[in-house]
């Protein structure tokens, strides 16, 4: 015991080592072990498989600061391949870390992968999540934080806690049994619930919630005010989230500070993360319910699918009880919600990562140099499947990730000639991708023709939103585009029937994903790339591959196996790094 004991010492401390050679005191480093297993939990009160990291569901907090470097070395103990990423994490010059199939290899089953990445002027709330085989539906998420560098200001007074709260919609049925549904071209139907920091409902009514359900609590005291970043991880369901008695003073979206203003209640989509100033300023009378409960549906037919924790002060008086506060009285109706979302506004004159105002950059001067319109429409069958589309193209996820095919020349691996326009011709599968010009200025619409909300992400950036409005977008809608003070942020709501404009920068070499984050589309192919290649070629704007990369596909030949002597041979420090992480936490290889 001793000796292993000396053994385990020495090891770390080469860990240690290498990760003070291969970063800088300006730039510290963060470092986490993920395992990512399967364990059994019953947050709905019905034992189920769930996706775990280090055994927790949901998975640890990521807590960072602006420049950061960030190493997770990721155990994948699943039985299938296993990707993670970070939604909402711009990986500058790096899309080799994205965690997505355009441009990585899978993590095979009870293989060790070590991500490597900056979080470079960004500010934020975030969350990850396993990008793979509808994995998100059975957990494997968490929530990321960047903290602002302490000489940076911040517009508002520090909060007495920062709490981050994870709500999402959530099937009794795991990720497989689900895929398996999609495979067979059956609707996945109405969720079981909702979780509120992986736990179900608080039992407010004896009728809808069973007994013996574990809920979340949250710990305040009287008097203070805390931060409380709120992420929607879920499948597909959009979520209103509220606290009893309680405003929300909204003051940050995905790594922008926005315009402070107070709601009872706020509209959170799938894969939207938003900080909220909360004031503890109530009697304590008793306890206060959080509620996180389905919205544009019938609100009596899916009573179940709502998510209830509970807000304890240190003096409160007794439990909750009675009705649950109402959500807004709008099902049928999105024109709330809407103004809602119009409603929040860039705070122009607040510091983001760098002290100059995050205003300083006047989006709205800046001439469009591309535009693409992207279309959905309600599933289609293509050659007798069931199939998502954008613009009349399923897309096809490459046996071999485009940027990795872009590397070593491997031709035929995709199709650079996605339409900046939709198909009027019969709907195709294809590995199609956009043609993204560097340092150019695209702008796109996203026209949800569906009868369902859709939200849509975009990896490498954080756009602005300057519009959205009912009916068919035109060339004409440009006149009611905010140019001024248009949140930026990583993923924006698309109403059905209804459009949304954004602008994106194009200075992020590489290859992003563009996605619906609603999990059933996004697996039946409603997704896309953009590249991005400086013509320029060098390390400047973008890194090289990294030493550890994955080969699969056509490159599969180049693939070692995995074990401490391949690593030692050569696999680099990353990799050795994440080698030497796993034994000092106990692990075989």
Same mark, same amino acid.
């Given at each position: ?6 053994f385990l ?6 860990y ?6 291969? @970063?800088?005191a300006?730039?510290? @480093? ?5 395992e990512?297993?399967?364990i059994?939990?019953?947050p709905l ?6 996706i775990?990291? =280090? ?6 907090t ?8 960030v ?7 699943l ?12 990986q500058?010059?790096s899309?080799?870390? !994205?965690?997505v ?10 293989w060790?992968w070590?991500?490597?990445?900056q ?5 934020g ?6 990008s793979?085989?509808?994995?998100r ?5 968490g929530?990321?934080?960047?903290n602002? *560098?302490? &000489? #940076?200001p911040i517009p508002?007074?520090?909060p007495?806690? !920062?709490?981050?709260i994870?709500?999402g919609?959530?099937y009794i049925?795991n990720h ?9 071209? *059956? ?5 079981d ?17 069973p ?8 710990n305040? $005291? ?10 929607n991880?879920g499948v597909?369901?959009s979520?209103n /989230? ?12 995905e790594g922008?500070?926005?315009v ?5 209640s706020?509209?959170i989509h799938v ?8 004031t503890? $300023?109530?009697?304590?009378?008793? !306890?206060y319910?959080?509620?996180a409960?389905?919205?544009?549906v019938n609100e009596?037919?899916?009573? *179940?699918v709502t998510?209830v924790g509970?807000?304890? %002060?240190s ?5 909750a ?8 009285q709008?099902q ?7 103004n ?7 705070? #122009?004159s607040a510091?983001?990562?760098r002290?100059?105002?995050?205003g300083?950059?006047? %989006?709205?001067s800046?001439?469009v140099?591309?535009?693409?319109i ?9 050659n ?5 589309t954008?613009?009349g193209?399923?897309f ?5 990730p485009?940027?990795?095919?872009d ?17 009027t011709?019969?709907?195709m599968?294809e ?9 150019g200025f695209?702008?796109v ?7 369902k ?5 975009l990896?490498?950036?954080a756009?602005f939103?300057?519009?959205m ?7 004409d809608?440009r006149g009611? %585009? =905010?140019?001024w003070?248009?949140?930026?942020? +990583?993923? +924006?709501?698309?109403?059905?029937g209804?459009? +949304?404009?954004?602008l ?11 996605r ?9 192919g ?5 590249r #991005? &290649? ?6 400047k704007t973008?890194l090289?591959?990294p030493?550890?990369?994955l /080969? ?5 030949h180049?693939?070692k196996?995995? !074990?401490i ?7 680099g420090? &990353? ?5 030497l992480?796993?034994? &000092?936490?106990?692990?075989v290889?």
């Amino acid at each position: 015991m001793a000796a292993t004991s000396i053994f385990l010492s020495w090891l770390a401390c080469i860990y240690i080592s290498l990760l003070l050679s291969f @970063t800088s005191a300006e730039d510290p @480093t963060v470092s986490y072990h993920f395992e990512v297993s399967y364990i059994t939990a019953s947050p709905l009160g019905v034992p189920q498989q769930v996706i775990a990291i =280090n055994g927790k569901f949901p998975g640890p907090t990521i807590n960072s600061t602006t420049n950061n470097n960030v190493v997770v070395n990721v155990r994948n103990k699943l039985d299938e391949p296993l990707l993670l990423t970070w939604a909402g994490i711009q990986q500058k010059r790096s899309s080799w870390q !994205d965690g997505v199939l355009g441009t990585n290899c899978p993590i095979p089953p009870k293989w060790n992968w070590t991500y490597n990445f900056q979080v470079k002027d960004q500010i934020g709330s975030y969350f990850y999540f396993p990008s793979l085989n509808f994995q998100r539906a059975s957990g494997g998420f968490g929530s990321f934080i960047i903290n602002p *560098r302490s &000489v #940076i200001p911040i517009p508002f007074d520090t909060p007495a806690g !920062d709490i981050t709260i994870l709500i999402g919609d959530w099937y009794i049925r795991n990720h497989t049994a689900l895929r398996k549904s999609l495979d067979a071209g *059956r609707d996945l139907g109405m969720p079981d619930g909702v979780l509120i920091n992986g736990k179900g409902p608080y039992r407010y009514n004896d009728t809808l919630v069973p007994d013996g359900i574990d809920h979340e609590i949250i710990n305040v $005291d009287p008097g203070k005010t805390y931060r409380i970043r709120v992420s929607n991880v879920g499948v597909s369901t959009s979520l209103n /989230f509220r606290i009893q008695n309680h405003n929300l003073l909204l003051a940050e979206s995905e790594g922008s500070y926005t315009v402070q203003q107070n709601y009872t209640s706020l509209d959170i989509h799938v894969g939207q993360t938003y900080s909220f100033l909360i004031t503890m $300023d109530q009697n304590a009378s008793s !306890d206060y319910y959080i509620v996180a409960s389905a919205r544009f549906v019938n609100e009596s037919t899916w009573q *179940r699918v709502t998510g209830v924790g509970i807000l304890h %002060y240190s003096n409160s008086k007794g439990k909750a009880s009675g009705p649950l506060p109402e959500p807004p009285q709008d099902q049928y109706d999105n024109t709330f919600s809407m103004n809602q979302a119009r409603s929040i506004r860039w705070n #122009i004159s607040a510091s983001g990562a760098r002290p100059n105002p995050q205003g300083s950059f006047r %989006y709205g001067s800046i001439n469009v140099t591309e535009v693409y319109i992207l279309k959905n429409k309600p599933p289609v069958t293509i050659n007798g499947k069931k199939r998502a589309t954008l613009s009349g193209i399923s897309f096809v996820n490459p046996a071999t990730p485009i940027r990795l095919a872009d590397e070593f020349k491997v031709k035929g691996a995709y199709k650079l000639d996605f339409p900046t326009e939709p198909l009027t011709g019969p709907h195709m599968m294809e590995t199609s991708i956009i043609n993204g010009t560097y340092r150019g200025f695209m702008e796109v619409i996203l026209q949800n023709n569906e009868t369902k909300m859709h939200s849509y992400h975009l990896d490498g950036y954080a756009f602005f939103v300057v519009g959205m409005g009912f009916g068919e977008w035109t060339s004409d809608s440009r006149g009611t %585009y =905010n140019k001024w003070d248009g949140i930026a942020r +990583t993923t +924006t709501q698309v109403y059905p029937g209804a459009w +949304t404009a954004i602008l994106i920068s194009l200075d992020n070499v590489g290859v992003w994903n563009l996605r619906t984050e609603n999990l059933d589309s996004w697996y039946l192919g409603q997704e896309t790339y953009i590249r #991005i &290649v400086n013509p320029e070629k060098n390390n400047k704007t973008e890194l090289p591959i990294p030493d550890n990369a994955l /080969f699969c596909g056509a490159l599969s030949h180049m693939q070692k196996p995995q !074990d401490i002597s391949a690593a030692l041979r050569g696999h680099g420090s &990353v990799v050795l790094l994440g080698l030497l992480m796993a034994m &000092v936490s106990g692990l075989v290889l």
